[in-house]
């Protein structure tokens, strides 16, 4: 039985008991469990960013906002409508070094450039190692190579033993920074460890899906690599063959990455290669769903706390003819939703509001590149003068198992680690440390927008204590991005109503914290993103 910390207070005061009934006791498991039934029924169609499954999810979430007296956060509106653009691979798909050709979803999978209706780039094949330009982690791999006008190869992911979070943001910007200095086209080299993460039959699964950007003011799709017009991931044998009679192979390659801190040399491999997509663009909107709840401190009227979870999941899967095709999206993230609403109406419920305004906002576009996020975190809906000062962000959290720990990804870049621990410890649930760095999960959710503009910003989830790292494992192997991500697993609604009043404490803690959340002085992140803002000491 959890011995609940406001229930020992309720023994031990002489109060009436309506009077020391804890907020977060108003939310009950049915209730939870309730949101979750309707976000993942079949109707909603996997609520696929766009369609209109995700659109009556978004009306579920502003009339529910409504009813527990938020107010609409944008000018009195609801709703903040991204701009998207749909851009769909065309079947013209081409790969081949020195005339010989590899095709599409068999040996290589290539896609188009995001920015515009694609194209056809030739040209020679410079090895690029990881593709890092990192001084202070020993990585000088562009100081001396020229990727002016090449195709540049990469291996994917980081060296290893480098700090996981810092390795999957490098990671993530190589894009970028190849197109800043002048790139036109990227091969994707997988590791040994990537391919043991992500086997190739899992890569050939998503490659032609439909991708999303969401749209400049001209219409055209944002994109942060604009010079790299067309990119391409080999498997081993086309890698080989790319490498076959140049001054390393391949396997050689591969063998030093795969070493603690092994980081191959970048050289000219001296072939040429082509690589071309075209695609087609469709503009459409989808809808941020955003609700607030003022705070009660004019001190703090700009201080906004956000509060945040994406509604859209990946929708109906492609090319099934017979049987479920349905990707209900039950733990991802219609629970992420279902408790951030419940946290909402308890805090909106309570006469001692919070200090610190919050927003509530169900996002859009997670799937498709944290875009509804990236979106937000670039024209925040909040008054002139306000700003956000903290994002606590619910991705998938497993809701099988009585959860006695979470999990605050990036807890320990800034005060909101100390923050959040406070918040669970009242309710008896221990603070943990990342339980599987290697996936980089830091950088993989929508916060991370946030962190990008300089917001200190955790992702929270249920821990890996007691029967927590089965659980997990287990729906990361058989259920995630699944159809059979739906009602029929073994949910325990008590630890989603847990897990909501969790939320609840760790929003109410940071919107009424004396000071607002700092990055450590010693964080990446924080000198990464927010080089200007003031920092705390551990
Ligand atoms: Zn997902």
């Not at 190579?145 to 490098?170: E, Q, R, T």
């Not at 391919?195 to 969401?214: G, M």
């Not at 009660?296 to 999941?313: C, I, K, Q, R, T």
């Not at 909501?500 to 990055?519: F, H, Q, V, Y």
């Amino acid at each position: 039985m959890r011995f609940h910390s406001y229930t020992a207070l309720a023994f031990l005061s002489l109060l009436p008991a309506s009077l020391s009934a804890a907020p977060g006791d108003s939310i009950t498991p049915d209730a939870v469990k309730a949101h979750v039934t309707f976000l993942a029924d079949d109707l909603l169609e996997g609520r696929d960013t766009g369609a209109k499954g995700h659109e009556i999810a978004a009306r579920y979430v502003a009339t529910q906002f409504a009813g527990m007296g938020l107010t609409p956060a944008n000018k009195g509106d609801w709703y903040q409508r991204v701009p998207m653009v749909e851009i769909k691979p065309n079947a013209d798909a081409q790969f081949s070094v020195n005339g010989t050709s590899f095709e599409h979803l068999k040996q290589v999978v290539v896609s188009g450039s995001a920015g515009t209706s694609g194209a056809r780039v030739e040209g020679r094949v410079v090895f690029g190692g990881f593709c890092i330009d990192r001084p202070e982690y020993g990585l000088n791999d562009l100081k001396t190579l020229n990727v002016k006008g090449k195709i540049v190869a990469c291996l994917s992911g980081f060296p290893k033993g480098m700090p996981s979070d810092i390795g999957a943001h490098l990671n993530a910007e190589k894009a970028k920074i190849l197109s800043q200095r002048g790139a036109i086209g990227l091969i994707s080299l997988r590791s040994l460890e990537r391919e043991k993460q992500t086997p190739w039959s899992r890569v050939l699964e998503y490659a032609d899906n439909r991708s999303v950007r969401w749209a400049n003011a001209d219409g055209s799709p944002f994109d942060t690599s604009p010079n790299l017009r067309a990119s391409a991931t080999l498997d081993r044998a086309a890698a080989d063959a790319l490498f076959a009679g140049t001054k390393r192979s391949f396997a050689d390659i591969l063998a030093e990455a795969d070493t603690k801190g092994g980081k191959p040399k970048p050289f000219d491999t001296g072939k040429t290669a082509i690589i071309g997509r075209t695609t087609a663009l469709t503009p459409f909107t989808s809808p941020n769903v955003i609700g607030m709840l003022p705070g009660s401190d004019p001190a703090f009227a700009n201080e906004y706390v956000v509060v945040m979870g994406h509604l859209d999941h990946i929708g109906i899967k492609p090319g099934v003819t017979s049987g479920d095709a349905i990707n209900n999206g039950a733990m991802d993230n219609a629970t992420g939703i279902a408790t951030m609403l419940e946290a909402a109406r308890a805090m909106a419920a309570n006469p001692n509001r919070p200090k610190r305004p919050v927003l509530f906002v169900a996002v859009t576009g997670e799937e498709k590149g944290l875009l509804g996020a990236d979106y937000l975190s670039r024209f925040p809906v909040v008054p002139a003068g306000g700003r956000v000062v903290a994002v606590v962000n619910l991705d998938m959290p497993i809701l099988t198992y009585d959860f006695t720990d979470v999990v605050a990804f990036g807890a320990e870049h800034s005060t909101l680690g100390p923050i959040v621990a406070a918040a669970t410890a009242k309710d008896g649930v221990a603070l943990s440390p990342d339980p599987m760095p290697e996936e980089g999960l830091f950088t993989r959710s929508d916060h991370y927008r946030f962190v990008q503009q300089g917001v200190p910003s955790i992702f929270l989830v249920t821990g890996h204590a007691g029967p927590g790292a089965k659980a997990f494992s287990d729906f990361l192997k058989t259920h995630y991005h699944r159809v059979s991500d739906d009602l029929a697993l073994p949910f325990n609604w008590n630890a989603a109503a847990k897990f909501s009043r969790i939320n609840m404490l760790i929003a109410t803690e940071i919107a009424n914290a004396p000071e607002t959340p700092k990055w450590y002085a010693d964080s990446f992140f924080g000198k990464v993103f927010a080089p200007e803002a003031a920092k705390a000491k551990r």
